[in-house]
């Protein structure tokens, strides 16, 4: 093979995944009591509104720590209820730098009674706590092991669900200075777990076409890809929503928002998106496609501002 075509292949073999710098950003759910769920996510998850826009009926409004933006609230009165068992959301997953940041989080939401926590888990490579927000919308707060402790086997990731004991968790991890200063540690998106209609389908799209790669493909009823050798930007399920179809207008999942470094990145999304034959929108920051169950995903370039982010 010559120089020119190892180039090629190279080039070729890159644009076929996404950037090791994607990364996530925030999330929109459409909501039926804006002033509810605004208050909900400020007080159990210490995020503060960041800026808000009225666009024709609807009242978008992005909550986050200091300027990064971890959630933007549409509201949208009048849609049905979050469906459990539909396409669409298993829970956002909001990623904190270290232990006692997350106890003090965790801390807060359990005592916000307008959530219901719904179980904590050690994932090997991660700690994570479970929550339902005061619409159904599902929460994950989490905190990364170190990657060094990540374990594989045979080329696969080793995750697990085992035993993680919320009140020994608190007892060892809390402490007064991060409790009174817990809206000013930093926190982002790290994953969307998603639920969808069938494995094979949820992997052409996620994988084949937008271009993340897998890291358990193992776990009955589940996949899990990212970019970079994360543990997962992205999971899909079948465990409520097997053999779910096309969503149905409702509250809930607006938006996955990702985040690639650069226009090429977004030049070869599109191409895997014109050879897969799925339509797409590019506005030249961005290109907004719809999954097989209709959850929109937008992919854009870094430094995005909070306009951008609201007129997503």
Do not use: C, K
């Not at 990364?144 to 402790?149: A, P």
């Amino acid at each position: 093979m010559s120089t020119s075509d190892s180039r090629t292949e190279h080039a070729s073999a890159a644009g076929r995944v996404l950037d090791p710098a994607t990364d996530m950003d925030a999330v929109s759910l459409r909501v039926g009591d804006l002033e509810t769920m605004s208050s909900y996510y400020a007080n159990a998850l210490a995020l503060e509104p960041i800026e808000e826009r009225t666009r024709g009926a609807e009242v978008h409004r992005v909550l986050g720590r200091g300027r990064v933006a971890m959630v933007r609230l549409i509201s949208t009165p009048g849609l049905p209820p979050v469906d459990p068992r539909q396409a669409g959301l298993f829970h956002t997953a909001f990623l904190f730098d270290d232990a006692p940041a997350l106890a003090a989080v965790v801390l807060r939401a359990a005592q916000d009674q307008r959530g219901s926590f719904t179980g904590s888990s050690d994932h090997l490579v991660s700690e994570a706590f479970y929550f339902t927000d005061p619409e159904g919308n599902g929460i994950e707060l989490y905190v990364d092991r170190d990657r060094s402790e990540w374990r594989y086997e045979n080329g696969e990731l080793q995750m697990a669900t085992l035993h993680l004991d919320p009140n020994d968790y608190l007892r060892q991890h809390l402490d007064d200075d991060t409790l009174r200063s817990v809206a000013m540690t930093a926190g982002r998106v790290g994953h969307v777990h998603l639920q969808v209609g069938d494995i094979p389908t949820a992997r052409a799209f996620y994988i084949d076409a937008l271009g993340f790669e897998t890291t358990v493909a193992s776990y009955p009823g589940a996949l899990f890809a990212s970019a970079g050798g994360y543990h997962h930007h992205i999971a899909m399920n079948t465990w409520n929503s097997g053999g779910a179809g096309p969503r149905a207008a409702g509250l809930g999942l607006g938006d996955v928002a990702i985040t690639v470094p650069g226009r090429d990145d977004l030049d070869a999304l599109i191409a895997r998106l014109r050879e897969h034959r799925l339509p797409f929108a590019d506005d030249g920051r961005s290109v907004i496609v719809s999954d097989p169950w209709g959850t929109q995903v937008t992919l854009a370039l870094p430094g995005a501002d909070v306009d951008e982010v609201l007129a997503r």
